[in-house]
């Protein structure tokens, strides 16, 4: 077949405190993000947004140690998956790229070049496909395929989703099954999927799939886990002024706390590593929600991480690519129409890394209406209230 890669997807993280500026400033950086009418506002906005979060986003991830551990936990699923195909019979140089943080996906095709691969498989660590996940690094793929004529020759694939791998259900099942038999009565825990939100907008104006893919995923894994339990669907990291897909995980917490749950098992559907939405939002500011609301036996089940199950699973799919015929980076979902950005509900400053994307489109209001202030000097900023 030809030297094979298997090129992992996912957004990065900073990996220590000094980085957290820089890693917001790539961030807003980026034109998928925040959309502007004039592209020389994008890094002067960046700039401006990354200078006014930096501080608390550090706070943050001291609460976690200082950093994310996203890259380490993904060079690890790396060399994890490297051993498994080698494993069943199939070798393959293994890649990481990451959006917004090192090692960047452009260093990564920078040395899938090098190295002169010849197949390669593109799969992105988000089980479920969003416009502003997966769809943000496909984008920026094909732009470097346009750009780059060293590209061409390579035969590459795309794996765009892959939440209905039986082999990584088996692996969240079991997880699940994990934590619920540290319960004195597992059947009658409540089992609490969270889901990384996105804007309304994306699903009902940008035909985003991603909420339909999360709640089949949810389905497969009850189906899987085979267990009586209740389970509830929510969606976390909500922030802005737009509105979200619902029901929205603190509020859920809050209801379930009403009707009497005590005891709750809550898992992270849409992520596969820790960092700082499992580490810090769901352990530490949903944990003090849940008991707060009278739920005081609060479990967390991880993310698959290495658990070799999973770790099977990515080998398989990564196989049946090499084997099927090849999806194109241009057959990947786009987004149909640009969404709204602009205020729907009250304004509401979130705290977590993967929220910083829509603090930075309420940020980009004030940001211009600071230039209006600079040329005009009329008080625009205390008119529309960003100052009171």
Known sequence: MGRVGVLLLNLGGPDKLEDVGPFLYNLFSDPEIIRLPFRWLQKPLA???ASRRTRTSQENYKQIGGGSPLRRITEAQGEALKEQLSHLGQEANIYVGMRYWNPYTEEAIAQITQDKIEHL??????????????GSSFRLLEKLWQ????????????IPSWYK??????AMAELVAQELEQFANPDEVHIFFSAHGVPKSYVEEAGDPYQQEIEECTALIMQTLNRPNAHTLAYQSRVGPVEWLQPYTEDALKELGAQGVKDLVVVPISFVSEHIETLQEIDI??????????????RRVPAPNTHPVFINALADLVIDALKNPSFKLSQAAQMKKRVKMYPQERWEWGLTTSAEVWNGRIAMLGFIALIIELITGHGFLHMIGILQ
Do not use: C, M
């Not at 498989?121 to 997966?134: A, D, E, M, R």
């Not at 750009?147 to 795309?158: A, C, R, S």
């Not at 500011?285 to 609060?298: D, K, L």
């Open 121 to 134: 498989v593109i799969l992105p660590l988000y089980p479920q496909f969003s416009i502003s996940t997966s």
């Open 47 to 49: 700039w401006f947004i």
């Open 165 to 170: 791998e039986p082999g990584y259900l088996q």
């Open 285 to 298: 500011e949903y944990r003090e929600v849940a008991e707060e609301s009278g739920i005081h036996n609060f």
């Open 147 to 158: 750009e780059d004529p060293k590209l061409q020759p390579i035969d590459y694939t795309v």
